[in-house]
């Protein structure tokens, strides 16, 4: 039988699905002391007002970023290579500027040359030996 009961219970709030719900006169009472304490609103001078009374000197404020690490120009060289030779010749295709076949060929040779610089560049082993990866 409570089966059927909690049936109704739930056919009722579908049936009434956005509407405010009937409540007892207490209920009604206690529901609106609530909504009246939540509802304490401070005017904009009284707001501006405890804005200034909260001290300023207990907020932390981070120290300055380290600078930017300066890339070697080797890298920076590479680098270069990798990304700009392929957007050179992709908008020369695109706009459909002739290039001269030696640039061309050098463009690709500036990408192929930069990869594998920074290929080899790059450390065979892990930082610390015994380091797996695993980050808590």
Do not use: C
């Amino acid at each position: 039988m409570t089966g059927h009961n909690e049936d109704a219970v739930w056919k009722d709030i579908v049936d009434n699905y956005g509407d405010r719900p009937l409540l007892d006169p207490d209920e009604q009472a206690a529901a609106a002391r609530a909504a009246e304490a939540e509802a304490v609103d401070l005017t904009d001078e009284e707001s501006r007002d405890v804005a200034r009374s909260e001290p300023t000197e207990d907020r932390f404020v981070p120290p300055p970023p380290p600078p930017l690490p300066r890339v070697a120009p080797d890298r920076l060289a590479a680098w270069a290579g990798v990304f700009l030779s392929p957007l050179i010749l992709l908008v020369a295709t695109v706009l459909r500027l002739p290039l001269p076949t030696v640039i061309a060929w050098l463009l690709i040779a500036a990408f192929l040359g930069g990869f594998g610089y920074l290929v080899h560049q790059m450390p065979r082993g892990p930082r610390d030996p015994f380091d797996d990866g695993a980050r808590l």
